[in-house]
């Protein structure tokens, strides 16, 4: 797959070929990433600050993105949401994966009732549809930051268990594993420094498939109510606020959805044009 | 040999059933987690302490938790699913003329989102590598990773408010004509559609795709075989196990997706109740709907791991 002579100076640096769109898609996460970091330092707009007369006003020169439903600047509250739905879907992934991938490389490695029980209970969590799950556990829990965080990863966690799992069942099998349990090493080290770095492509393009499906079951509970609450807005909970200026075409119905595809299209894009050699890295 | 499928589904099926326990235990204590108790959630906050007591006795609330969760189960098995709090009225009522509604939903997104996921995977998969295969792979990245609600809201945009085609609610009570009837499933099934189709499309194609790999194939080809003939003729039937099992894995995406369509779109289905119910945090009512969603969903990704099983000629 990799042919030296077609690819630009990034390929050189780090080995691999990107593409134009995988690039591009890379630029835009950045773009968003960034936002988010220094919001607060590049909104026009106090988020709570009546900046217009009317409300559900149009896209003008002071207002990029027009004017909420009580006449604020749509445009700084998307880029403040963006610290909302990247933080609490970055913080959810991580806890996910990591306690995913963790459970899933030992129970391959430890095998028999740890790995049976485990992967059965597991599988069973994973058989509720995830947003019934999180509407039923943000009913019982509320919805506090902290909480969604929690329901939102343990509805993830099964799905990168059994991901990590099929993959370190493979690695399992080869014959450094035999070599390296014959030496006596033990279980935290088989899975740190034996399985961990084979398996650690496909895992890291995976967290990323799991981002993507994170911020779309938040924005989903933002946008019915039961996500991040008032005074404070992710994406979802913009989209919510404004729906009702759907009917007469305001801009600040439409602009917070357009965030929310641009970040997830861009991370799936980006995972697509990944390099063979990183996503399929277990497969060579 | 025929035994060896027989018994892979039955195992199947037991693994389905026990399922089932861990995923009723597990929305039965989801919701018992619920702040507040329940018997001054009823009666208010100026209720005697003595009214309290006498009603958490009426209600078996003392019980320890696992003797309620078994005569709630035993209620669901007679039918009984007790009584809604917000109203007093058995959740039964409540659900029936909802669940009916939702099915129609349901069925009119499968019976439109099927043939054309099917038609699109298959041709794309036919015309692999050209334009038209480029802009419906990207075209269902686009839609699968883009929120339902989305989705919902520029049909509303294109169709409600620049064209003024459709009206942006649905009241399914007010049909009297066929006309009415496309005007308002028009934009819900439209907007479930396109989620259902896109994941369809995705693992169509890619089932037809991974048949159009193997070896026969390249001696049809070899032999002359017409690109449709080669993918018709050849690949198709063989391929046929994984797209089956594709469609039953997209339609239990219809489950997450009804929950926004009926609420974006007012339509009086279950999943609006039950989004209704968790904001008055009606108890019997969540946890009935729910259970229904997981069954619902638990017997789409049964079938579809049934339906690879017996496909799969090697086990037959």
Redesign the interface.
Same mark, same amino acid.
């Given at each position: 797959m990799t042919n030296p002579t077609s690819s630009g100076w990034l390929s050189m640096r780090l080995g691999y070929r990107f593409n134009l769109v995988g690039v591009s898609a890379l630029g835009i996460i950045l773009l968003w990433a960034g936002v988010a970091l220094f919001a607060p330092q590049i909104i026009p707009h106090s988020v709570g600050e009546i900046v217009d007369t009317d409300y559900f006003g149009p896209v003008s020169r002071d207002l990029w993105f027009g004017s909420d439903y009580l006449g604020r600047d749509i445009f700084s509250r998307i880029l403040m949401g963006a610290r909302y739905t990247l933080g609490i879907s970055l913080a959810a992934v991580s806890i996910a994966c990591f306690s995913g991938v963790a459970l899933g490389m030992t129970a391959a490695v430890a095998g028999g009732w740890f790995d049976s029980m485990l992967s059965r209970f597991l599988d069973a969590l994973n058989s509720i549809p995830s947003k019934l799950f999180g509407l039923v556990v943000v009913a019982a829990v509320g919805s506090s930051i902290p909480a969604l965080i929690a329901t939102l990863s343990v509805i993830y966690t099964p799905g990168a268990y059994r991901f990590a799992r099929a993959l370190a069942v493979n690695v399992n099998t080869m014959d450094f594993m035999v070599v390296a349990r014959i030496r006596g090493e033990r279980l935290p080290y088989l899975i740190a420094s034996e399985i961990l770095p084979n398996i650690l492509g496909p895992v890291l393009a995976d967290l990323g498939l799991r981002f993507v499906f994170i911020v779309l079951l938040l924005s989903g509970l933002s946008f019915l109510g039961l996500g991040v609450q008032p005074p404070y807005a992710d994406w979802g909970a913009l989209v919510r606020e404004n729906i009702g200026g759907l009917p007469f075409g305001a801009p600040a119905a439409i602009f917070p959805s357009l965030a929310i595809a641009s970040l997830t299209i861009s991370v799936n894009l980006l995972i697509d044009n990944l390099p063979r050699r990183i996503r399929d890295r277990s497969a060579e | 040999m025929r035994g060896q499928v027989s018994s892979l589904v039955v195992r199947r099926l037991l693994?389905a059933l !026990?399922?089932l326990v +861990?995923?009723s235990f597990?929305?039965f204590f989801?919701?018992t987690?619920?702040?507040g108790d329940t018997a001054t959630i009823l009666l208010g906050q100026s209720a005697t302490p003595e009214a309290v007591e006498g009603l958490r006795k009426a209600m078996h609330l003392d019980d320890p938790a696992i003797i309620r969760f078994l005569r709630w189960v035993a209620g669901l098995f007679q039918g009984d699913f007790g009584k809604s709090y917000a109203n007093n009225v058995p959740v039964a009522t409540l659900i029936s003329g909802r669940f009916v509604n939702t099915l129609k939903l349901a069925g009119l997104t499968a019976a439109i989102a099927v043939p054309l996921a099917l038609t699109l995977g298959i041709t794309a998969a036919m015309w692999r590598g050209t334009l038209y295969d480029r802009i419906v792979t990207v075209g269902t990245?686009?839609i +699968?990773? &883009?929120?339902?609600? @989305?989705i919902a809201?520029?049909a &509303?945009?294109l169709f409600?408010?620049?064209l003024k085609w459709l009206p942006?609610l649905s009241l399914t009570n007010e049909v009297k004509s066929l006309h009415d009837l496309v005007r308002i499933y028009a934009m819900p099934v439209m907007t479930l559609t396109f989620g259902v189709s896109a994941q369809m499309i995705r693992m169509t194609r890619a089932a037809v795709v991974e048949t159009l790999n193997t070896p026969y194939v390249e001696m049809a080809l070899l032999k002359g075989a017409s690109r449709p003939r080669l993918v018709l003729r050849h690949a198709l039937p063989n391929a046929l196990g994984p797209i089956v099992n594709a469609i039953a894995l997209s339609l239990?995406y219809l489950?997450?997706g009804v929950? !926004?369509v009926e609420? +974006?779109f007012n339509y009086p289905g279950v999943a609006k109740l @039950?989004?209704d119910a968790?904001?008055t945090?009606d108890l019997p009512l +969540?946890q009935t709907c729910?259970m229904i969603?997981?069954l619902g969903?638990?017997a789409l990704?049964t079938a579809a791991d049934i339906i690879a099983v017996v496909s799969n000629p090697r086990l037959r």
């Open positions: - | 693994i !026990i399922t +861990i995923v597990a929305v989801a919701t987690l619920l702040p990245i686009g +699968i990773s &883009v929120p339902e609600f @989305m809201t520029l &509303v945009l409600a408010v620049y942006a239990s489950l997450g929950i !926004i609420t +974006i @039950m989004v968790v904001s945090r +969540i729910a969603f997981c969903y638990l990704i």
